[in-house]
């Protein structure tokens, strides 16, 4: 099936571990994004890679750090995990950037609880 | 401030009725995604508007891209059940192509 995969579905792990995420896409498109979604369900996106180069790094703490080691694969690394980033985080690609290459495809999330 | 607002925030209703559902902004948006989200899953994307005074249509759905391409609106007749999950307007204003998203129309349809 053609999709946006991530994995685990679901993450819970003691404050100040260090946890991965990783995502992959096989629609062939050229940008992959992290998005994360709070308990009031606002979604807001972290981070965005075009062809393995990162073009949007919005205000996210330090901790998170994004790798993308090809433009299928857009892994997420969160180091000293606090009880705040409890949340579902989702990976999403879309055929590119602006106006309708915009559509994004999203992944099934992850749900992490920090505990 | 968000950039996208939706209204309303919450909606339950009876299968059978019709709703509207709006995204509003001050600013212009070269195209307009909405989204629907069921409990547990990502979002999916529904359509895409992107010319100013735009309908499409799908199935019950039409949606609407308003004449300034600032605001948009999702009209759904006869709602059922299946209709029932979190309705999400996203775009990127301006020059940016950082899609912002609006905190979404929660939707209830009871049988």
């Known amino acids: 099936d053609t999709a946006v995969s991530q994995t685990p579905k679901y993450l819970v792990t003691q404050m100040g571990n260090d946890k991965s995420i990783k995502c992959e896409q096989n629609?062939?498109?050229?940008?992959m994004y992290w998005y994360k979604q709070d308990s009031k369900k606002f979604l807001k996106i972290m981070f965005s890679?075009?062809?393995?180069?990162?073009?949007i790094n919005e205000t996210v703490p330090n901790r998170f750090s994004p790798k993308s080691p090809d433009k299928a694969h857009l892994n997420l690394h969160i180091n000293s995990l606090e009880l705040g980033d409890s949340a579902v985080y989702f990976c999403?690609?879309?055929?590119?950037?602006?106006?309708?290459?915009?559509?994004?495809?999203f992944g099934p999330g992850t749900r992490l609880t920090v505990l | 401030t968000q950039l996208l607002e939706q209204s309303p925030q919450f909606l339950s209703i009876q299968e059978g009725e019709n709703l509207t559902v709006y995204c509003n902004s001050s600013?212009?948006?070269?195209?307009l995604q909405w989204y629907r989200q069921e409990p547990g899953e990502g979002p999916v994307l529904l359509v895409t508007?992107?010319?100013?005074?735009e309908v499409k249509k799908l199935k019950r759905l039409t949606f609407q891209f308003g004449d300034a391409r600032k605001d948009s609106s999702l009209h759904i007749t006869a709602a059922q059940p299946g209709d029932t999950g979190l309705y999400l307007c996203?775009?990127?204003?301006?020059?940016?192509?950082?899609?912002?998203f609006g905190r979404g129309t929660s939707l209830i349809v009871h049988p």
């Open positions: 999403a690609s879309s055929p590119g950037v602006g106006g309708s290459y915009n559509e994004q495809f």
């Open positions: 629609l062939g498109h050229d940008t």
């Open positions: 890679y075009n062809n393995k180069e990162l073009i």
């Open positions: 600013s212009v948006f070269s195209s």
């Open positions: 508007v992107v010319t100013g005074g």
């Open positions: 996203a775009g990127a204003s301006g020059g940016s192509y950082i899609p912002t």
